[in-house]
């Protein structure tokens, strides 16, 4: 019998299988792997769902780099649009290509904050890999260089996504069925 909440129960139609999101992380890898080669690389990611796109997509990448984090809250405050440093990249990324890591752009609007904070560091570039892009909710436009796929106005779970911290560890992104949201 099904434990109440297991994702069983929470996760509805799958959009995108392990299999799918494993052959575009290659994908994405491999651009990356060509576009890098000879640079002094970076990825930094802003936790908690984004380590799960960066360790698959790390490891796709043969060449020799780096990863850092970051959390960020936004909505420090009450108010949305409020974005606050909680932990702080660990490295100087001055004079360092850097490559933002994202599981999920939406609005843009913290990921706008962050590009805005790192550049203020120096580094030689500063560019952006998302593996999912929710563009029918951006508020701030954004130069995503690397894009996994293009996504829906629908609440997802798994692969780094959550309901409540729950259910990032699914292989795989599902819709999210309306009874979980209650």
Same mark, same amino acid.
């Given at each position: 019998?099904?434990?109440? =909440?297991? *994702?069983?129960? $929470?996760?509805?139609?799958?959009?995108?299988? @392990? +299999?799918?999101?494993?052959?575009? %992380?290659?994908?994405?890898?491999?651009?990356?792997?060509?576009?890098?080669?000879?640079?002094?690389?970076?990825?930094?990611?802003?936790?908690?769902?984004?380590?799960?796109?960066?360790?698959?997509?790390?490891?796709?990448?043969?060449?020799?780099?780096?990863?850092?984090?970051?959390?960020?809250?936004?909505?420090?405050? =009450?108010? *949305?649009?409020? $974005?606050?440093?909680?932990?702080?990249?660990? @490295? +100087?990324?001055?004079?360092?290509? %850097?490559?933002?890591?994202?599981?999920?752009?939406?609005?843009?609007?913290?990921?706008?904050?962050?590009?805005?904070?790192?550049?203020?560091?120096?580094?030689?570039?500063?560019?952006?890999?998302?593996?999912?892009?929710?563009?029918?909710?951006?508020?701030?436009?954004?130069?995503?260089?690397?894009?996994?796929?293009?996504?829906?106005?629908?609440?997802?779970?798994?692969?780094?996504?959550?309901?409540?911290?729950?259910?990032?560890?699914?292989?795989?992104?599902?819709?999210?069925?309306?009874?979980?949201?209650?």
């Amino acid at each position: 019998m099904a434990t109440p =909440g297991a *994702p069983s129960e $929470v996760a509805g139609k799958i959009i995108f299988s @392990d +299999s799918e999101i494993a052959l575009r %992380v290659d994908e994405l890898g491999a651009a990356i792997t060509a576009d890098y080669s000879g640079r002094d690389l970076v990825l930094v990611t802003i936790l908690k769902g984004g380590i799960f796109f960066l360790a698959d997509l790390s490891r796709r990448i043969d060449l020799p780099l780096t990863t850092d984090f970051m959390a960020v809250s936004s909505y420090f405050g =009450g108010s *949305p649009g409020n $974005v606050r440093i909680t932990k702080d990249l660990d @490295d +100087s990324i001055q004079g360092r290509d %850097v490559l933002i890591v994202e599981d999920i752009i939406d609005t843009g609007l913290t990921l706008n904050y962050v590009i805005k904070n790192l550049r203020s560091r120096g580094p030689a570039s500063l560019e952006i890999c998302t593996l999912l892009d929710k563009d029918v909710r951006r508020i701030v436009e954004l130069p995503i260089a690397y894009r996994g796929f293009t996504v829906a106005d629908r609440f997802l779970i798994g692969y780094g996504l959550d309901l409540r911290g729950r259910y990032r560890n699914l292989p795989f992104l599902a819709e999210l069925h309306e009874v979980a949201l209650l």
